[in-house]
């Protein structure tokens, strides 16, 4: 391939540290990448004209394995990059401590439902030129210590943009941050202002250049969420090497003006924060003209985080081709004509007979239960209610909710005929209170066991085990502690397959919760407003389990149990309401209207 083989129309480049696209590369994490690759092939459906940037991650996040009593084990998923990947031409490099480390490209192409394809560029360290450490830089997702974070933010940020350019895309006119790990492509944009200005320093009119060309969507309130490191690694990996000061962290006078602190500038102080560290949440957030939360409630949280900034909410979606397992799909297809074109038409969903959406889901769950089986050797009841729980293992997702009370769980089982619970989910591998919550789940499936609750925790959760999970449980559990969630999107994915939710007031279930008629809510919207640590969470914890019991003993299970039309009339409810909204075309359009636009 020549660099003119390269299509490089695109006008709008989409920045995430992670990206979830084929089953065989797991180059995503969780939630974050899940959302890029559904954005990204949103825009292939819709024509927009993208190209996304990403790192390459040649070893993976981690494959899970899980010891009997749930100890996680971690191992690298090394996979076969030259057989999914068509390599690019060219290198670039980007300067980590004073040494040049060398970046070449690779490229995944994304086809809509009309055709029209998104290029991905993946960048690649893994070179011969550059030494040991310096090729392990694009190995590992989220691995690795601060100077290993900082110095891949540096390649995806610094290093992406200057492979688009060498590529040719020469179009581009907005650049588009998936959280802050890609804050630093702002630098590199001052930086073409720096040079193409004939000035010695970068003013207002330079930033407000920038800013122009810049968009960034928040993911989360959570602190952890946001990357911070020290101005003293910063200066060494950022400058060249020279003791650090903080008029002079940065080697190149560009850098340098745009973290001091005078009243030359519009961005004193506000890409550190007050321990003098290099904050990318601010760094992103002072340097772009459009801000966005994910949902309506992270947006309010946002600007209570970030009051002095104006901060939009557009609700994420999910691809709902991706997402839609074949049996509903067949039946979409055969009542709703065009859907996977136009989401929207979802709506009419409310005109499919019962029966099809009851045999659709059971197909479904059949498929589910036999993955069960063959993975664990656990053999589950098909006609036995099943809930499902899946998303990364951290507290404050409260995994173990539903276990806070055994004996009232018991007492539940045994007045509706038993229980399944189905849970996935990978803890970060230097998260020791998320790992210990799967040890809880594990412990709490041995003790239940004998009562009629059979609790299965699903190794190695990915996206092909994510298809069967929210299209084969009964109901969607979701219990995250307010206002932690921004948005989520498991959810949604579940409701295109005629699963009801029964999930806590945040994220976006607080815009798709209809009481009884899209599923039920636990606790109230209200609660927790000081985010997770705060002194009351463990009466909020208890009014929470105690509202989950509630609506399981009384609303839940009584309506599934019936055998008559109410429960399939909420899964058809789940389908029209809250799928035709919560979609990524939906999403994508609000973006381009509000943020590209």
Not at 225 to 230: A, I, L
Not at 283 to 292: D, P
Not at 324 to 348: E, K, T
Not at 521 to 544: Q, V
């Given at each position: 391939?020549?660099?003119?083989?390269?299509?490089?129309?695109?006008?709008?480049?989409?920045f995430s540290m992670e990206?979830?696209?084929?089953?065989?590369?797991?180059?995503?994490?969780?939630?974050?990448?899940?959302?890029?690759?559904?954005?990204?092939?949103?825009?292939?459906?819709?024509?927009?004209?993208?190209?996304?940037?990403?790192?390459?991650?040649?070893?993976?996040?981690?494959?899970?394995?899980?010891?009997?009593?749930?100890?996680?084990?971690?191992?690298?998923?090394?996979?076969?990059?030259?057989?999914?990947?068509?390599?690019?031409?060219?290198?670039?490099?980007?300067?980590?401590?004073?040494?040049?480390?060398?970046?070449?490209?690779?490229?995944?192409?994304?086809?809509?439902c009309r055709g029209h394809?998104?290029?991905?560029?993946?960048?690649?360290?893994?070179?011969?030129?550059?030494?040991?450490?310096?090729?392990?830089?694009?190995?590992?997702?989220?691995?690795?210590?601060?100077?290993?974070?900082?110095?891949?933010?540096?390649?995806?940020?610094?290093?992406?943009?200057?492979?688009?350019?060498?590529?040719?895309?020469?179009?581009?006119?907005?650049?588009?941050?998936?959280?802050?790990?890609?804050?630093?492509?702002?630098?590199?944009?001052?930086?073409?202002?720096?040079?193409?200005?004939?000035?010695?320093?970068?003013?207002?009119?330079?930033?407000?250049?920038v800013r122009e060309q810049?968009?960034?969507?928040?993911?989360?309130?959570?602190?952890?969420?946001?990357?911070?490191?020290?101005?003293?690694?910063?200066?060494?990996?950022?400058?060249?090497?020279?003791?650090?000061?903080?008029?002079?962290?940065?080697?190149?006078?560009?850098?340098?003006?745009?973290?001091?602190?005078?009243?030359?500038?519009?961005?004193?102080?506000?890409?550190?924060?007050?321990?003098?560290?290099?904050?990318?949440?601010?760094?992103?957030?002072?340097?772009?003209?459009?801000?966005?939360?994910?949902?309506?409630?992270?947006?309010?949280?946002?600007?209570?985080?970030?009051?002095?900034?104006?901060?939009?909410?557009?609700?994420?979606?999910?691809?709902?081709?991706?997402?839609?397992?074949?049996?509903?799909?067949?039946?979409?297809?055969?009542?709703?004509?065009?859907?996977?074109?136009?989401?929207?038409?979802?709506?009419?969903?409310?005109?499919?007979?019962?029966?099809?959406?009851?045999?659709?889901?059971?197909?479904?769950?059949?498929?589910?239960?036999?993955?069960?089986?063959?993975?664990?050797?656990?053999?589950?009841?098909?006609?036995?209610?099943?809930?499902?729980?899946?998303?990364?293992?951290?507290?404050?997702?409260?995994?173990?909710?539903?276990?806070?009370?055994?004996?009232?769980?018991?007492?539940?089982?045994?007045?509706?005929?038993?229980?399944?619970?189905?849970?996935?989910?990978?803890?970060?591998?230097?998260?020791?209170?998320?790992?210990?919550?799967?040890?809880?789940?594990?412990?709490?499936?041995?003790?239940?066991?004998?009562?009629?609750?059979?609790?299965?925790?699903?190794?190695?959760?990915?996206?092909?085990?994510?298809?069967?999970?929210?299209?084969?449980?009964?109901?969607?559990?979701?219990?995250?502690?307010?206002?932690?969630?921004?948005?989520?999107?498991?959810?949604?994915?579940?409701?295109?397959?005629?699963?009801?939710?029964?999930?806590?007031?945040?994220?976006?279930?607080?815009?798709?919760?209809?009481?009884?008629?899209?599923?039920?809510?636990?606790?109230?919207?209200?609660?927790?407003?000081?985010?997770?640590?705060?002194?009351?969470?463990?009466?909020?914890?208890?009014?929470?389990?105690?509202?989950?019991?509630?609506?399981?003993?009384?609303?839940?299970?009584?309506?599934?149990?019936?055998?008559?039309?109410?429960?399939?009339?909420?899964?058809?409810?789940?389908?029209?309401?809250?799928?035709?909204?919560?979609?990524?075309?939906?999403?994508?359009?609000?973006?381009?209207?509000?943020?590209?636009?």
């Amino acid at each position: 391939m020549t660099a003119s083989d390269v299509q490089t129309t695109a006008e709008i480049a989409y920045f995430s540290m992670e990206i979830a696209l084929d089953a065989r590369m797991p180059t995503y994490s969780g939630g974050l990448g899940v959302l890029a690759g559904d954005t990204l092939r949103t825009a292939a459906d819709l024509g927009i004209p993208m190209v996304a940037v990403c790192l390459l991650h040649r070893r993976g996040y981690f494959r899970q394995t899980l010891a009997p009593d749930g100890e996680q084990h971690e191992a690298p998923e090394d996979w076969p990059v030259e057989e999914l990947l068509e390599p690019l031409p060219g290198q670039v490099t980007v300067a980590v401590a004073g040494r040049d480390v060398r970046l070449r490209g690779w490229r995944y192409e994304v086809r809509g439902c009309r055709g029209h394809t998104v290029p991905v560029i993946f960048l690649d360290s893994r070179i011969e030129d550059n030494d040991e450490a310096a090729r392990a830089f694009t190995d590992q997702l989220y691995g690795g210590d601060a100077r290993y974070r900082l110095a891949q933010e540096m390649l995806l940020g610094l290093g992406g943009v200057r492979m688009l350019r060498m590529l040719g895309f020469g179009a581009i006119r907005r650049f588009h941050m998936n959280e802050g790990h890609a804050a630093l492509l702002t630098l590199e944009l001052l930086e073409e202002q720096h040079r193409g200005n004939g000035h010695n320093g970068v003013g207002e009119h330079e930033i407000e250049a920038v800013r122009e060309q810049c968009v960034f969507t928040t993911h989360t309130p959570v602190p952890a969420g946001h990357d911070q490191f020290p101005l003293e690694l910063a200066a060494e990996l950022l400058g060249r090497g020279r003791a650090p000061k903080l008029r002079d962290v940065f080697a190149i006078d560009v850098y340098r003006q745009v973290l001091r602190s005078d009243d030359r500038f519009s961005l004193p102080r506000d890409a550190l924060d007050h321990d003098l560290m290099l904050n990318m949440t601010y760094v992103a957030l002072n340097l772009s003209g459009h801000v966005n939360g994910v949902a309506h409630r992270h947006g309010e949280i946002s600007r209570l985080m970030f009051a002095e900034y104006s901060v939009d909410a557009i609700t994420n979606g999910v691809h709902a081709a991706t997402w839609i397992a074949a049996p509903m799909a067949a039946v979409l297809d055969r009542h709703v004509a065009g859907w996977q074109a136009d989401n929207y038409s979802l709506r009419y969903a409310l005109a499919i007979p019962l029966a099809e959406i009851a045999e659709a889901h059971a197909a479904s769950k059949r498929d589910l239960l036999e993955h069960v089986a063959t993975s664990t050797g656990r053999r589950l009841e098909p006609a036995r209610f099943t809930l499902g729980f899946a998303r990364r293992a951290t507290a404050y997702k409260r995994p173990d909710l539903l276990f806070t009370d055994l004996e009232r769980l018991r007492a539940i089982a045994r007045r509706h005929g038993g229980l399944q619970v189905l849970y996935a989910g990978k803890a970060h591998p230097a998260d020791e209170g998320g790992k210990a919550l799967i040890r809880d789940v594990h412990a709490a499936a041995e003790t239940l066991r004998e009562d009629g609750i059979e609790v299965v925790w699903l190794p190695d959760y990915g996206t092909a085990l994510a298809a069967k999970l929210v299209s084969g449980v009964d109901v969607w559990l979701n219990t995250p502690l307010p206002p932690n969630e921004a948005s989520g999107t498991s959810g949604m994915k579940a409701a295109m397959n005629g699963v009801p939710s029964l999930s806590t007031l945040d994220g976006w279930w607080i815009e798709g919760h209809l009481e009884g008629i899209t599923g039920w809510s636990i606790g109230d919207s209200g609660a927790g407003a000081g985010g997770a640590g705060t002194s009351d969470d463990e009466a909020l914890r208890a009014r929470d389990a105690a509202s989950l019991y509630d609506k399981l003993e009384h609303a839940v299970l009584p309506c599934y149990l019936e055998g008559g039309d109410a429960f399939l009339t909420i899964r058809r409810h789940a389908i029209a309401l809250n799928g035709a909204f919560f979609n990524s075309q939906r999403m994508l359009q609000q973006y381009l209207q509000r943020a590209y636009a």
